[in-house]
């Protein structure tokens, strides 16, 4: 069954310091990979979205992920981070053929001023 | 457009009461989705619609819950006899294609006491 794992339940950095978050899915072909921002009480909102071509692709809010086959990762970065950014962020698989995505457990983003 | 609107925002009802929750997704986007998320967790999949038709439910939905979209535009999620177990983030989503990306509404906060 297709998977997705967030390592990290809880990151805090520095404001102006680089973040990744981590992300690995299970699945045998490449999926559709999404990263969405989930600010408190909040729905979800799409950061970026790969499903061929370029394995490093940008997002809205200055974020980019990429894209890495031979690990299963979609890890997403931000070179400096706002206080801003501090918010939950999910990692999502879509199975083509599929019509549901599946979505890891989250990792919340503190930030330090 | 003003993006997936849903309705109410907050709902707190005794265990056993019936509750109906609407989505109302973008316009052009004939695809919709019902996921739920407790605290702590990603977003599941409930249920999802292509136009009026309800293509695949999870097995998360149990009897007590039942989805209409019935003219393909807004949607309808029931929970009968409630029970705090059914506390929850309900989140609707559109879009209109898999490899798109959901946009979501802000989502319906249960609460069953």
């Known amino acids: 069954a297709q998977s997705v794992t967030q390592p990290d339940i809880h990151i805090t950095v520095s404001e102006g310091a680089s973040l990744e978050l981590r992300c690995n899915y299970s699945?045998?072909?490449?999926?559709?990979l999404f990263w969405y921002v989930q600010s408190p009480g909040q729905g979800l909102q799409l950061l970026l979205k790969y499903f061929s071509g370029d394995t490093l692709v940008q997002g809205i809010k200055g974020f980019e992920a990429e894209f890495k086959r031979s690990q299963s990762s979609f890890n997403l970065r931000k070179p400096s981070v706002h206080w801003s950014d501090a918010a939950e962020y999910f990692c999502?698989?879509?199975?083509?053929?599929?019509?549901?995505?599946?979505f890891g457990t989250g990792t919340r983003l503190k930030v330090l001023a | 457009d003003t993006g997936v609107s849903q309705d109410p925002r907050h709902k707190i009802t005794k265990r056993g009461q019936n509750v109906t929750f609407r989505c109302d997704p973008i316009s052009e986007h004939n695809r919709l989705y019902w996921y739920r998320q407790t605290l702590g967790q990603g977003p599941e999949f409930l249920t999802y619609f292509q136009n009026e038709a309800q293509l695949e439910k999870s097995r998360l939905l149990s009897d007590r819950f039942s989805a209409e979209r019935p003219k393909g535009s807004f949607s309808t999620l029931e929970i009968q006899r409630t029970e705090q177990g059914d506390s929850a983030m309900y989140l609707c989503?559109?879009?209109?294609?898999?490899?798109?990306?959901?946009?979501f509404g802000s989502g319906t906060r249960l609460t069953v006491v």
């Open positions: 989503a559109s879009s209109s294609g898999t490899g798109d990306g959901y946009t």
């Open positions: 999502a698989v879509g199975v083509p053929g599929t019509y549901k995505y599946i």
């Open positions: 699945y045998g072909a490449t999926p559709y």
